[in-house]
């Protein structure tokens, strides 16, 4: 086990810093009943260790990969330009950026066409999908010292932004490794009533170890957001060109997250 390990930290040291890709496995259980929903496939770019692109296939229980998600992170690494598909009710959403302008967009197959919206929000202030874990790591210690870091949240289901607020929970260990837990819920009254989100992130490493809550998949039917516990067990290892173009041109299927 150690000489693997060893193995694969000198594999990843010897990668250059602007060509570094990596694999990492989610696997999402349904909170209550922990009956395996999906698992997410994250393949990430990096150069000079901040992320510059992620590659996301989701796959139902029996493997066959239903959505795909690609996230740019050369304009900004909080709030991302991302684009995400999901063929089981032909859902597409996304967030992008042209000329300085922020554009959150959506889709679906009731034929409606893409809808979108020009966000209003500074960049500076903008968090987007993926982004979310830098956001984590770069607010570390006024997280840690106990401060509610507040952050506006690109939403293109809604067409807009939301505020929210990031707080410290506790520490906890997970896969005996020490970790640090905290919550991201709606700013104001709306904290009190809406859902939350739970994720834990290594003391030492500050990799995501688990997160808790809405997902960003939907029903099988469409009809409402999963809730999800997702757990990401296995750090990440070094990947092959070859999986991050094989991962881009699968074709993807209609399969049931939930029997």
Known sequence: MVTRLLVAALALAALPAHAALTFEEGVARDPGSRALMY?????????????????????????????????????????????????????????????????????????????SATLDEPAARLVADAGFDEFIRSQWQPLLAGQSVPLRFAVPSRLQTLGFKVGRQGSTTLGQEPAETFRLKLGGVLGWIAPHIDVAYGRESRRLLRFEGLSNLRSDDGSEQLVARIEFPVPAAPAAESQWQAAERQPLSACRVRA
């Open 39 to 115: 698992r997410e496939h994250h393949l990430v770019r990096r150069a000079g260790g901040q992320p510059t692109e992620r590659l996301v296939i989701y796959r139902c229980a029996d493997g066959t990969p239903f959505a795909r998600k690609k996230v740019d992170y050369r304009r900004s690494v909080l709030a991302p330009e991302f684009s995400f598909e999901d063929v089981r009710m032909g859902y597409r959403e996304g967030l992008r950026r042209r000329g300085g302008t922020d554009t959150v967009w959506v889709s679906d197959a009731r034929g409606e066409g893409e809808r």
